[in-house]
Each structure stands twice: as structure tokens, then as C-alpha cells.
């Protein structure tokens, strides 16, 4: 019976305004088709009752903490509205610096490209040896070029000379071939001579000495050019030496500065120098954003124990609310529209509150007693479940 006096007390408060429900939400019992000495129908019905009394009861529980957070909030209101200067100077400079920090982070916020994590750290691990690390990198590639231009003009030079050495083997392959030639036609011209000689008895004195002149002449001729081709070959062929020894150390500062290369690419992650130096160039303006940034957290820090002790100080219950809305500590306007909110949201917490109260639970428990008088022979029964379902629930 416990539960029953206590929704009767309820029942008589006292309310400011009455309220008029609307027909949908009026509660309607109809018992036309209950026979209530039936028992399960009886307890059925009775049971309906106390679930709807238990849900408004419920209802009502939250919605008066809910009810009571609202009023807390507006009777805040009147004590920031009640500060004394200094204490309210001191929190409008508060929440001026917590509205001005909170429109830089989002600035921020909005306007960063944020630096993809796994790069900045490693840009970041490296940070001593970036800088060294582009100066190196950019000129092993400077390097990399004047080698490989060294090498084609090696390679040109080679070519070159080896086309000579081949000319100079053919020169000499035409000379030796021109001194049997020669020699071949002397043989010939002394073979005639001393035909004409012997067999015609004719003389022949002055063609000996015209083939030995000519025979002289060619031989001196073909053995100097021959000389000099010689010379020139073994002068390539020396030029080509020089030039394989030349190359060979060439391609070793090649593979050499090659492996340089290939190692300060995947010591840095990156392909070439200017891509290294456009990530470090994005990492600086990204760390100066991070710093700038937890600067603005130490500020926000400040303010906000700043905001929080002068509002705890002045007896405000829940300073949190207003930390999450500083304009309207600075724009008497958007107080005002916050109170409105608020004087909204309690008039409707009232309204349901009322509801559950007026027409569930009060007619729920009037249905109930309406059935004990008009069954007194299952009053005892029917007091009974209340008082089972009141233990329960307490």
C-alpha cells in the first residue's frame, strides 16, 4: 500500500498551471469484456494496471533528474549573472581567450594537410641528418651525371681509336701486299732482262739499273709508310689501353656512386633530392603547425582552469555546461537564447512529467481502487498483488 500513498501524495501538489491533454493521449480503460471472476482475466487486468503504474513511476524518476539538471542550469545563470565585476572580468577574459583558441584550432583544422604519420616520424627520427642528407643525395646525383657523361665520351673515344687501329691494320695489310706485288714484278722484270740479255745477246745494262732504281724506290717508300703505320698502331693501340683502364675506373666510381644513391633513397624513403627536400620542407611547416598547436592546448588548458575555478568559486554546480559554450559568458544575447532553451525544455519536462503523473498513474491506481470497491470479495487478492508488486519494485 506503500506505493499507492506515495503516488496519492503526488497526486496532491500543488501545479502552477494545469495542463489539458489531448485525446490521444488520454488512457482509456474498458472492463465491458473482462470477467473478473475469472481469475486469470482478473489478474491479467490488474497487472496491466500496476506495469503502467511502475512505467509512469519510472518516467517521472528520470524525467525529475532530467527536470532538476535544467533547473540547476538556470539557477547558474542567475549566479554568473550575479558575479561581482572583478570575478565576471575575469571570466569573460577567460572565455574570450577559449572562443578565440577554439576558432584557431578549427582554422587549423580546416586549412592543415595533415603530414601522412608514418613519414613525419620518419623525417622526424632523421631530422639531424635530413639537411646532410639532401646536400649528399643532390650531389651524388650532380655526380651521377658527370660520370655517366664520361663514360659516353670514354665510350666515344674507345670507338674512335678503335676504328683507327682497324684503319692503320688495314694499311698495313695494303703495304705488305703492295712489297709482294712489287717485289713479284721485279722478279719478272729481271727474269725478261736476262732473256733479252742471254737469248738476243742484246743489252740489257741500263734496264738492271732502272729496275734496281725503281725497286729501291718502291721498297724505300712501302718500308717508311709501313714504319709509320706501325707507329700509329702501336700509338692507338696503346691510346686504347688507356682508355679501357680509364673506363674500368670510371665504371667503378660509377657502381660506387650508384650504390650511394640507391642507399640514401631507402634511408630517406624517397626517390631524388627534390623529393626529399619538398618532404622535409612540408615536415618543417608541419612540425612549426603541431607546435603552434599544442601551444594552443597549453593556452586552452590555462584559460579553461581559469574559466572552471571562477565558476566553482561562485557557487555554479555545473560549470562544465558553460565550458562548452563561452559566447554566451561573452554575448548577453546568446544567454538570453540559452535561457530560452532552458525555460522550453523544463515547460515540456513539466508537461510529461504531468502526464505521467495525472493521467497514467493516477488512473492506473484509480482503476485499481475503483475495482476493490466494486469487488470487495477480491479486495483481499487484489491489495495483496499491489503490495507484492510494491516489494519488487521499491
Partial sequence: MGLIRRLLKRF??????????DIWDEVVYNRQNIDFHDREQ???????????IKDATFEIDNLTAEYNIVTSQLKDMEEIEA???????????????????????SGYEQTAIPMDEAIYHKIDALYDQVEEGISKLSEAEGYHLKIKQDMKHLASEKEAYTYRKYDMQRVIDDLRAIMVICLTAVGLCLILLLVLQFGFSMNTQIGYILAAGATAIAITLIFTKHNNAMRELKRVEKSINKIILLHNSVK????????????????????????????????????KRREEFKQMEKEF??????????LRNNRVSDPMVWLHQPVAILDKREM????????????????????????????????????????PTYASSILDMVAEYEKRFS
Fill in 12 to 21: 496532491r501538489k500543488e501545479h502552477n498551471y494545469p495542463e489539458k491533454f
Fill in 42 to 52: 482478473r489478474v491479467e487486468y490488474i497487472k496491466n494496471c500496476l506495469e503502467q
Fill in 83 to 105: 558575479l561581482p565585476e572583478k570575478d565576471q572580468l575575469l571570466l569573460k577574459d577567460a572565455a574570450t581567450k577559449l572562443v578565440n583558441i577554439n576558432k584557431a584550432r
Fill in 252 to 287: 667503378i666510381r660509377y657502381v660506387n656512386n650508384t650504390n650511394l644513391i640507391e642507399y640514401l633513397q631507402l634511408k630517406y624513403g624517397v626517390r631524388n633530392s627534390a623529393e626529399l627536400k619538398n618532404i622535409y620542407t612540408k615536415y618543417l611547416e608541419e612540425k
Fill in 301 to 310: 588548458d590555462l584559460a579553461e582552469r581559469e574559466f572552471m575555478r571562477i
Fill in 336 to 375: 538570453v537564447e540559452v535561457r530560452h532553451n532552458l525555460i522550453i525544455r523544463r515547460q515540456s519536462l513539466r508537461k510529461r512529467m504531468d502526464y505521467n503523473r495525472e493521467v497514467v498513474a493516477k488512473k492506473a491506481h484509480d482503476e485499481i481502487k475503483d475495482m476493490v470497491d466494486m469487488y
